[in-house]
């Protein structure tokens, strides 16, 4: 595709279920970065994947997050348990050569 | 870690009107990169600008890497310029300001 796509772009789901957010970066980029922006407010770094390298995972607020990405291309943000502060915007990003391109974001709701 | 410090917080302006949004650094870093966001929430790449000074249209920016600051220029701002402005470095990780939020009055 021409850019980043993420998917779903809207999810609610109800607290203390998981949820699966999806990150389709650009073919050929081999960084990928995770962003939560809770409305109004910057961007908060939360994961970085870089090549074959083990990923910083410095951002993750707690041990209900987690992320993988396979092949080094698509790219899974898992959050278990889910509770009401994880409702935000979930943004991702691909680079090529220091530029960072963002998908549109998936809206998480938790109700 | 570095910090990153953007000024002002909000801006509010007259369409017409120019305007300049700063990016402070508190160390050496290796690229900074100018986003928008636009009201519906999307992530736009305006400059990729380690140094230096580029243009496109009514928008240019200029970063002093040795002073550790980076500049954008609107000019003739337009109503569609409205939303908010990230600059980003890089270290070891991409680090976002907090923005610029730009509001644009007919």
Known sequence: GAGVSQSPSNKVTEKGKDVELRCDPISGHTALYW????????????????????????????????AERTGGSVSTL???????????VYLCASTHSYEQYFGPGTRLTVT | GIQVE??????????????TLRCNFSDSVNNLQWFHQNPWGQLINLFYIPSGTKQNGRLSATTVATE??????ISSSQTTDSGVYFCAVRDDKIIFGKGTRLHILP
């Open chain 1, 35 to 66: 962003y939560r922006q809770s409305l109004g407010q910057g961007l908060e770094f939360l994961i970085y994947f870089q090549g074959n390298s083990a990923p910083d995972k410095s951002g993750l607020p707690s041990d209900r997050f987690s």
């Open chain 1, 78 to 88: 898992t959050i278990q348990r889910t509770q009401q502060e994880d409702s935000a």
């Open chain 2, 6 to 19: 953007q000024s002002p917080p909000d801006l509010i302006l007259q369409e017409g009107a120019n305007s």
């Open chain 2, 68 to 73: 550790r600051y980076s500049l954008l220029y």
